[in-house]
């Protein structure tokens, strides 16, 4: 393993997600912070830790949440975003170490036990997706739903991205996803993509970086796939990846090369497709329709990808799933069902 | 833990001086009240007491060096006896140990009734007790708060090789020594049961004075670990069994609750004659509150290969869905679990739909059906259906009439659906086009 030094605490509450605070600047390197989000507990929570200088954590704040928490993402570098099995959306502030729930848009999604299964943003907006197969966009200044996509989806949505600041895309049980225009009018989708012909869920959708058109899925057996939102409707490239689904993938936000997924079998990978690029391979697009320039991503090119790139296992398996797992620098943060959050530290790049 | 290898009476002391520190505190408020005659302070002689019954003999002396009299003979003798005291250890066998023991006890006891120690009552005392006499140990009996301490320190000075199967004789008499069987308490109960190595005896102690049965189950794995690891046969017999019977009991109780049920089935994993039946019972039970849960149970479900649990769950999941009115993830569900009746029931709500609106509900479900159209007959007619419906809005009549006309001659349409069949025909029959050959209108 190329990992060294890794530290871990218990928390008494199975972890669902798990993201690192974005850095407001430079100096907060080596103190970084994260929130948990708590799920299947008759209480749940939001909780923000704090890594200290000697390895131990303090926890800076801790807030109750209606319901499991089913999506987080932090909307600027102190406005945290929660969706709810209860069916609802919340925001939270980190205000002298504590944390409020400014905003809370309720029954956005009713039917269905699982409510609002996952939540993305982008600038000002958040979208929310829920088991009914509804979306809603809402502004942070408003306290309705500033447009809603009744069905945008017959089943259970599964992950929200928005790829730019004017589409969203989502993903359901059914192995499709489906690319929303957000200007149009809309109710339908512009843009339908099909993972296989068999219904496979998709449970996690990654958007790369910086070019919003590359996306990365895990799916209910295991699989992952690499989509080209602008060509096809089929994957790019298929890798067969764990055994068990596929909790999270994540590409590492200054690094996309690497992306790092977790299963529900226990396990965390890291990938590196950074050994295609300098095992030379000509980078090609599908269809022969042109090769792309060596400046597009490895991860397009559909048959280095399978045999090139390095995988390596960065913990030994553990017996109960891990839920969630995000990368912030030289820092890999996950967690799962055994009640604990880990952190490994110094992995290569 | 009675059930080690080796010397019995180390570990004993060890664990009463854990539970049993007053002479530490005592010792400390000897030692920091600076004084001149440091043995006037109240605590002083119990202390010292303490330490040499505990067999701390280190500590005991240097209390005694701080007596203002160490220097006289009888201090100095006392100081050697308890220096060379010796003390069982694992590198010399328990022959040797008890043949140096009873030499320097014999050497106690010369000295002592010498009258070395007669001036210094307490000296004399502690003197008693180191050669072993019953009367001075049994004086003690009256600082000791419970019996095993007064059990192992009478030990400590008649049988420091005492064996695992004399434990119980000794438990016995200190236990009468303290008042009798009547005055136990379930502590003194449970540690009677290990003296005696009736281990059934400790198990049902346990569970009834304990809520959970976190610690007997635990405690029995990780003896029936060490067993097998032990080279002799069985120290325990049916231990397997009990310690099997604990994890499901304490596993079945993790199961009902909300959360912590996923650390209950790793428990079930743990049982091999019965764990995966009962996991199988349980599974089935836990709440799907969520579509995320669901899936969880599924996995573990097909991990382990209780495929029936996966078809029951995916049909709950259904069922739930479909009382939401969403037939979409209904039907998804239905085909997860392969359930053929299901999926007809589904199909039929959806053609039904279709009749009443003129419009099906999940069109991106019934044109991305791929593999799983042929999980029931009627979800074969319906997929097809919707793709003759597809064909006629896009104005593709030919191929649309050939499909029409084999739904009809396959018979896969259920009676009901018959009508709009045949209306649907009517526009073909009547068009200008031949598009159905004599064959086809015949039938």
Redesign the interface.
């Known amino acids: 393993m190329r990992v060294s030094g890794g530290t871990s605490r218990f928390v008494s509450?199975?972890c669902r997600k798990l993201r690192w605070k974005p850095l407001s600047d430079s100096l907060q390197i080596g103190s970084e912070m994260f929130a948990i989000g708590s799920?299947?507990?008759?209480e749940n929570e939001v909780t923000l830790w704090k890594s200290a200088n000697n390895g131990d954590f303090q926890l800076v704040a801790s807030v109750e949440h209606k319901g499991?928490v089913?999506g987080m993402c932090w909307q600027t570098t102190d406005l945290l975003a929660t969706s709810s099995?209860a069916g609802q959306a919340n925001l939270y502030k980190l205000e002298h170490k504590k944390l409020c729930r400014i905003q809370e848009w309720g029954e956005l999604h009713g039917?269905?036990?699982?409510?609002a299964?996952c939540v993305a943003a982008y600038g000002e907006t958040l979208a929310t997706a829920g088991?009914?197969?509804k979306v809603n966009i809402l502004n942070v200044r408003q306290s309705n739903p500033v447009k809603v996509y009744d069905s945008a989806?017959?089943?259970?949505i599964?992950d929200i991205v928005f790829p730019r600041s004017s589409e969203l895309l989502t993903s359901n049980?059914?192995g499709?996803m489906k690319l929303f225009d957000l200007r149009s009018n809309k109710q339908e989708a512009s843009s339908?993509y099909?993972l296989?012909?068999?219904?496979v869920?998709i449970n996690c959708l990654a958007k790369h970086p910086s070019q919003g058109h590359i996306v990365i899925t895990g799916a209910?057996n295991g699989l992952l796939a690499v989509w080209d939102l602008r060509q096809g409707k089929h994957p790019t490239t298929i890798l067969s990846a764990h055994k068990?689904?596929v909790s999270e993938v994540k590409f590492h936000p200054d690094q996309p090369d690497h992306i790092f997924t977790c299963s529900?079998?226990g396990e965390l990978w890291h990938w590196n497709g950074a050994s295609i690029r300098t095992a030379g391979v000509h980078v090609s697009a599908m269809n022969g329709s042109g090769s792309l320039d060596t400046t597009s991503s490895p991860w397009l090119s559909s048959e280095a990808v399978k045999h090139k790139v390095e995988t390596t296992s960065l913990i030994s398996q553990q017996?109960?799933?891990i839920n969630s797992i995000d990368v912030l620098g030289h820092s890999v943060l996950f967690g799962g069902?055994n009640e604990a959050f880990y952190i490994l530290n110094n992995i290569l790049l | 833990d009675p059930k080690s290898e080796g010397y019995l009476l180390p570990q004993l002391l060890h664990w009463i001086s854990l539970h049993f520190k007053d002479c530490e505190d005592g010792a400390r408020s000897v030692l920091s009240q600076s004084s001149d005659s440091p043995e006037d302070h109240v605590l002083y002689w119990d202390t010292l007491l303490d330490f040499v019954l505990q067999g701390r003999m280190d500590q005991a002396r240097n209390l005694l060096k701080l007596h203002t009299d160490f220097n006289t003979d009888m201090f100095a003798s006392m100081d050697q006896l308890l220096r060379k005291m010796p003390l069982p250890s694992n590198t010399v066998s328990c022959g040797d140990f008890l043949i140096k023991w009873k030499n320097w006890q014999m050497e106690v006891v010369s000295r002592v009734q010498a009258g070395e120690f007669a001036v210094y009552p307490q000296l004399n005392n502690i003197a008693e007790i180191l050669a072993g006499s019953e009367e001075a140990l049994d004086g003690m009996a009256n600082k000791c708060k419970t019996w095993y301490q007064w059990m192992v320190y009478r030990l400590l000075y008649t049988n420091p090789c005492v064996a695992t199967y004399d434990l119980g004789v000794y438990a016995q008499q200190a236990i009468d020594r303290f008042g009798g069987l009547d005055t136990l308490t379930s502590l003194d109960s449970v540690l009677l049961g290990l003296t005696e190595l009736d281990l059934p005896q400790v198990v049902k102690e346990l569970c009834m004075t304990l809520d959970g049965l976190w610690f007997p189950a635990h405690l029995l794995d990780i003896l029936c670990h060490a067993n097998s690891l032990n080279p002799n046969k069985n120290v325990i017999p049916n231990i397997a069994g009990l310690r099997e019977y604990l994890l499901l009991e304490y596993a079945t109780s993790l199961m009902s609750h909300n959360s912590l049920w996923q650390a209950g089935v790793i428990y079930f994993d743990q049982c091999p004659v019965q764990g995966r039946q009962r996991l199988e019972a349980l599974l089935e039970r836990v709440a799907l509150t969520s579509n995320y849960k669901a899936n969880k149970v599924i996995h573990i479900a097909k991990e382990r290969g209780l495929h029936s649990v996966v078809a029951s769950t995916c049909k709950v999941m259904g069922m739930k869905a479909l009382a939401g009115n969403d037939t979409g993830s209904a039907m998804t569900w239905a085909l997860r679990s392969g359930d053929a009746k299901f999926t007809t029931f589904l199909a039929d709500r959806l053609l039904a739909e279709y009749t009443q609106s003129g419009r099906f509900s999940s069109t991106d479900l019934l044109d991305n059906l791929g593999a799983s159209i042929i999980v029931s007959e009627r979800l074969t007619f319906l997929g097809k259906y919707r793709e003759f419906s597809r064909m006629r809005e896009e104005g593709d009549n030919t191929g649309a009439a050939d499909l029409l006309h084999s739904l009809l001659w396959s018979r896969l349409a259920p009676k009901y659906f018959w009508i709009t069949l045949l209306i649907d025909a009517v526009p073909y029959l009547t068009s200008d086009e031949v598009l159905f050959t004599s064959d086809q209108t015949y039938q």
């Open positions: 509450k199975k799920w299947d507990d008759e499991d089913t099995s039917r269905g036990g699982g409510g299964t088991e009914d197969g989806d017959s089943c259970s599964n049980m059914r499709q339908v099909m296989s012909n068999d219904q869920a209910e068990a689904p529900q079998g017996p109960l799933p069902d």
